[in-house]
T-cell receptor, first 109, second 117 residues
Framework: KQEVTQIPAALSVPEGENLVLNCSFTDSAIYNLQWFRQDPGKGLTSLLLIQSSQREQTSGRLNASLDKSSGRSTLYIAASQPGDSATYLCASQGGKLIFGQGTELSVKP | GAVVSQHPSWVICKSGTSVKIECRSLDFQATTMFWYRQFPKQSLMLMATSNEGSKATYEQGVEKDKFLINHASLTLSTLTVTSAHPEDSSFYIC?????????????FGSGTRLTVV
């Protein structure tokens, strides 16, 4: 049974700082690893999708990496802004999409 | 890009009544859609997988008779919460992925906040 773990559970940083969110998964037999953002009371917005054959994906200030052999993915956010404050979820896609518990990020002005 | 529309965004109903939530893929076909439930400050819990033209597959512990799922077309899945009780109050979110796209990402609806009074 796939288990997805995210650390830290919460993170508070000053504006402008670079930061890394971590995601680990127990079963490496996945199709994709997907990162989402969720604002309070809202649905999920897809940030980055890394297919199993890929090592990383980039979109603007976001960079996500995937290491299937070690069961790890990281989301790197450069030059953080207050608007980045949200909960970030990673999810492994095998037969189902399994979510981690999320990292609640707060970026202080 | 792929868009999933979910309605209503919020609903308040009386205990004992039923509520239907719709999930539509607007610009792609989805043989399979997924229904999640989310409690405050918690992650998403997969409730069931909705399969077009066949019965839904429910996760362990999810009551099939309480959460009725219908996937009548390649673009529409519905979740009906029957005989709702206050403990069914939660945030329900659907998602879908293009048919045949194992390596495509999932797109999520905006969610439905259900409050049972």
């Amino acid at each position: 049974k796939q288990e997805v773990t995210q650390i830290p559970a919460a993170l508070s940083v000053p504006e402008g700082e670079n930061l890394v969110l971590n995601c680990s998964f127990t079963d490496s037999a996945i199709y994709n690893l997907q990162w989402f953002r969720q604002d309070p009371g809202k649905g999920l917005t897809s940030l980055l999708l890394i297919q199993s054959s890929q090592r990383e994906q980039t979109s603007g200030r976001l960079n996500a990496s995937l290491d299937k052999s070690s069961g790890r993915s990281t989301l790197y956010i450069a030059a953080s802004q207050p608007g980045d404050s949200a909960t970030y979820l990673c999810a492994s896609q095998g037969g189902k999409l399994i979510f981690g518990q999320g990292t609640e990020l707060s970026v202080k002005p | 890009g792929a868009v999933v529309s979910q309605h209503p965004s919020w609903v308040i109903c009386k205990s004992g009544t039923s509520v239907k939530i719709e999930c539509r893929s607007l610009d792609f076909q989805a043989t399979t859609m997924f229904w999640y439930r989310q409690f405050p400050k918690q992650s998403l819990m997969l409730m069931a997988t909705s399969n077009e033209g066949s019965k839904a597959t429910y996760e362990q512990g999810v009551e099939k008779d309480k959460f009725l799922i219908n996937h009548a077309s390649l673009t529409l899945s519905t979740l009906t919460v029957t005989s709702a009780h206050p403990e069914d109050s939660s945030f329900y979110i659907c998602s879908a992925r293009p048919t045949g796209g194992l390596y495509y990402g999932y797109t999520f609806g905006s969610g439905t906040r259900l409050t049972v009074v």
